[in-house]
């Protein structure tokens, strides 16, 4: 294990799996405390057991990311269990793809429901312990990092055909971190 990351916690949303679980698996790597969540226990708690096994720290707060309240329970597993917030990674998702004409309002909504407000919330439910956490290095001298990753896809940035849903959520999310990145840069 390297020392890079040694003692951040870093949060990551649909960690079960795929991109998520090989992110979480790479900061745990190097030294990170890890917050790691999917739809069901299963997938969370096989990748909590694969980082113990390589010698790391990992917590699993298990749920829907579009789930309401859902925001506050990881965030406050992250502070609860490791009392910091580093890294936040807002990756969870999934695709439901239609041709417009056949595409339903439920698959409309849970793509921006999942890939949008969920993102949204979740930032929305950190930053009062980004800014306690910032502020209390700032006073202590320490240099302050902390990063956000928001998950975004080639379809938003240049949209495909059958996914007018998820594209949009896609490029809704590259709007937000614009703007949090102008809220929080500093
Ligand atoms: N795979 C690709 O080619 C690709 C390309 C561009 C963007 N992405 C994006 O990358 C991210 C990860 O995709 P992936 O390819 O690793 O997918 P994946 O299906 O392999 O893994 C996604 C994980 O998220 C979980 N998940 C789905 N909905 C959830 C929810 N509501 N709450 C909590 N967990 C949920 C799934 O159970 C799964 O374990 C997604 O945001 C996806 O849109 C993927």
Do not use: D, L, M, N
């Given at each position: 294990m390297s020392e890079k990351l040694r003692g951040k916690v870093a949060v990551v949303t649909?960690?079960?799996?795929?991109i998520g679980r090989a992110m979480a698996l790479k900061l745990a790597g190097e030294g990170a405390r890890l917050v790691l969540n999917d739809l069901d226990d299963e997938p969370a708690m096989a990748v909590r057991e694969e980082i113990i096994a390589l010698g790391g720290e990992a917590v699993a707060c298990c749920?829907?990311?579009?789930?309401?309240g859902f925001a506050d329970r990881l965030i406050g597993t992250a502070t609860g269990a490791f009392g910091g917030l580093d890294i936040l990674i807002n990756n969870a998702g999934y695709t439901w793809d239609n041709v417009i004409q056949k595409m339903s309002d439920a698959q409309w909504d849970a793509m921006i429901d999942v890939h949008l407000t969920a993102p949204f919330r979740i930032l929305r439910a950190a930053q009062p312990v980004v800014r306690a956490l910032s502020r209390a290095d700032a006073e202590a001298g320490r240099r302050v990092v902390r990063k956000v990753v928001n998950v975004s896809s080639v379809s938003g940035v240049f949209g495909n055909a059958g996914q007018v849903n998820y594209s949009a959520a896609k490029a809704g999310i590259v709007g937000l971190t614009m703007a949090l990145a102008k809220e929080w840069g500093a």
């Open positions: 649909g960690s079960g799996r795929g749920g829907s990311v579009a789930e309401a």
